[in-house]
């Protein structure tokens, strides 16, 4: 079994920034199987979950959304077990409701991810 807790979240005003740690616990130790890859994915009121940033545990590689480059960032510490998201001048339209996943693959469909957290609540306000 796969655990994924999230935090970090909260009140923010436009232009602040934010740093969401997502800690994994459970099956993750060899990290080439169904949690090879984490991600962070958010969700607003009456919208899809949409895809926000992905890392491998193994070599730390990267892949971000188009819309968020050069505002947030994902990183991982693997002795903490720990994935982030560095989040930067941030904007009233990035509220949201924002989830850690693992994936086998690095990928930005949110069906192939398999394992989910809560997720930690982001506001963004004017």
């Known amino acids: 079994q796969v655990e994924l807790v999230e935090s970090g979240g909260g009140l923010v005003q436009a232009g602040g920034s934010l740093r969401l740690s997502c800690v994994a616990s459970?099956?993750?130790?060899?990290?080439?199987?169904?949690?090879?890859?984490m991600g962070w994915f958010r969700q607003a009121p009456g919208k899809e979950r949409e895809f926000q940033a992905a890392?491998?545990?193994?070599?730390?590689?990267?892949t971000s959304a188009p819309s968020v480059k050069g505002r947030f960032t994902i990183s991982r510490d693997n002795d903490k077990n720990t994935v982030y998201l560095q989040m930067n001048s941030l904007k009233p339209e990035d509220t949201a409701v924002y989830y850690c996943?693992?994936?086998?693959?690095?990928?930005?469909?949110?069906?192939?991810?398999?394992?989910w957290g809560r997720g930690t609540q982001v506001i963004v306000s004017p």
């Open positions: 890392i491998t545990w193994r070599t730390g590689y990267t």
């Open positions: 459970g099956r993750t130790s060899d990290r080439t199987s169904d949690t090879a890859v």
């Open positions: 996943a693992a994936s086998p693959s690095l990928t930005p469909t949110a069906g192939d991810y398999r394992y």
